[in-house]
């Protein structure tokens, strides 16, 4: 097999690109400011060539060091992560409905971002510590906590696109880990069946256009309280019958029970904390016709100007959906589409192997690395960068929910590309100090 020896303390595969999407990033980004008249209103490609220069200096900077002094400073990462975003909440400023920015001035940065490095390098250092009880339930529910603290901080700001985040990094970062299938599997119904039962009350309003009075049990206050006791007594009683008999059986109805019990005080959560704009961002991906001037505007433009593009697309700067501002937030959440649309499916493919090369190389250098602390926080940040990825450009072509994350060497924003660098560095460090030149 090809060995690649890293240039100069750098993965030059990782690094290219890299770098080859930051200028991909920047040129659509002024592209993004051009209007129909050709006149560029915009200065955001100046600041972006800041940021993505001062994030190839971190880059370079990172391989002088050892990942393994990260071990040490993990858990105060972590710590001053989550003080940032509890300041957050009381002093942010409010961008786009969530109250996710600190601010200085004209300086601003999302705290949410950095949390997603943070907690991965945190939860990589438990996880190593507690290799020995790798499958049991004490591991997973600590190892969950310390992922719902910025959660919760963040699904509260409201920012339910980056709280999102966590969850496919965790279940990965886990299940590598060795913790138990059925542990996740836990936790992804529960995430499914919350969000699902969230958003049944507008399904009911916009989509059905009547009420539904079989799911009154999951939507009603009244019949909800009625089935949450119902739930909580079943329970009780399987898991006495567990212990007391030792069958089987009772253990998996305590568990299906708890699933649907969780399920529904998740459900109520995401009614409560998310805003009615928000929760038709998750509706209208179903029908965008059903609100087509509000939420489901953007995925009609998006979709519209990605099926555009055809083969080769219109040319750059000669697009029309995004320099006639049909396309809204088009140089952050709706890049990719502006790229579909003047670069076409080839400008696509062009991005998606770059992506693909990030993540099959990242992914190699985890298969080679021996020490667990790498293994797992390596595996956080791949996962980062894959799930930014697959959302991002799910929600451009109509077929995932509209949530608000960036896409990582791209978007526009400072915030999220550093992130992205970051986990990036992390990886190149990694494979530089499992084999040193």
Not at 10 to 22: E, G, R, V
Not at 154 to 171: A, E, K, N, R, W
Not at 190 to 196: G, H, W, Y
Request: aromatic share 16%.
């Amino acid at each position: 097999m090809i060995r690649f020896k890293p240039l100069l303390g750098l993965d030059y595969i990782l690094f290219a690109c890299t770098l080859a999407l930051m200028v991909i990033g920047i040129l659509f980004i002024y592209s993004s400011g051009v209007s129909s008249a050709g006149v560029n209103y915009s200065t955001e490609y100046i600041r972006q060539i800041i940021w993505a220069s001062v994030g190839l200096l971190i880059m370079i900077i990172f391989t002088y060091f050892d990942y393994n002094q990260l071990r040490g400073l993990s858990l105060y990462l972590y710590l001053g992560v989550i003080l940032l975003l509890i300041l957050t909440l009381f002093l942010g400023q409010e961008h786009n409905g969530a109250k996710s920015w600190l601010a200085w001035g004209r300086v601003g940065f999302q705290p949410s971002e950095f949390a997603k490095l943070s907690t991965g390098l945190f939860l990589g250092l438990y996880l190593e510590n507690t290799r020995k009880d790798s499958a049991s339930l004490k591991r997973f529910l600590t190892a969950l906590g310390i992922m719902l603290v910025p959660f919760g901080l963040i699904f509260i700001q409201p920012d339910l696109g980056t709280s999102m985040v966590f969850l496919p990094m965790f279940i990965i970062i886990t299940f590598i880990a060795g913790v138990k299938i059925r542990y996740l599997f836990f936790l992804v119904a529960c995430s499914f069946l919350s969000v699902v039962i969230g958003m049944l009350p507008a399904w009911e309003e916009f989509i059905a256009g009547h009420k539904v009075e079989a799911l009154q049990f999951l939507i009603s206050p009244a019949y909800v309280k009625v089935v949450l006791l119902s739930a909580s007594l079943i329970f009780l009683i399987s898991l006495t019958g567990f212990f007391l008999i030792k069958k089987k059986y009772y253990y998996w109805i305590s568990y299906c029970v708890s699933i649907l019990f969780s399920g529904l005080l998740g459900g109520m959560a995401v009614r409560n904390i998310l805003k009615v704009y928000q929760i038709k961002r998750l509706i209208v991906f179903i029908d965008p016709s059903i609100d087509p001037r509000g939420a489901g505007w953007n995925v009609i433009q998006s979709v519209t100007a990605v099926g555009s593009g055809g083969l080769w697309g219109k040319g750059f700067l000669k697009g029309t959906q995004s320099h006639f501002r049909f396309l809204p937030q088009q140089s952050t959440d709706f890049i990719f589409s502006i790229i579909a649309e003047e670069w076409g499916f080839m400008g696509c493919l062009l991005v998606f192997a770059l992506f693909m090369i990030i993540l099959i190389r990242s992914f190699w250098i985890l298969l080679k690395t021996r020490d667990a602390f790498a293994l797992y926080s390596g595996s956080a940040c791949l996962g980062m960068i894959f799930v930014h990825f697959i959302i991002n450009i799910g929600m451009a072509m109509g077929i995932m929910p509209i949530t608000g994350i960036p896409l990582f060497f791209l978007s526009y924003g400072g915030s999220a590309l550093w992130t992205g660098v970051l986990g990036v560095s992390l990886l190149m460090n990694i494979n530089k100090n499992r084999h040193p030149y």
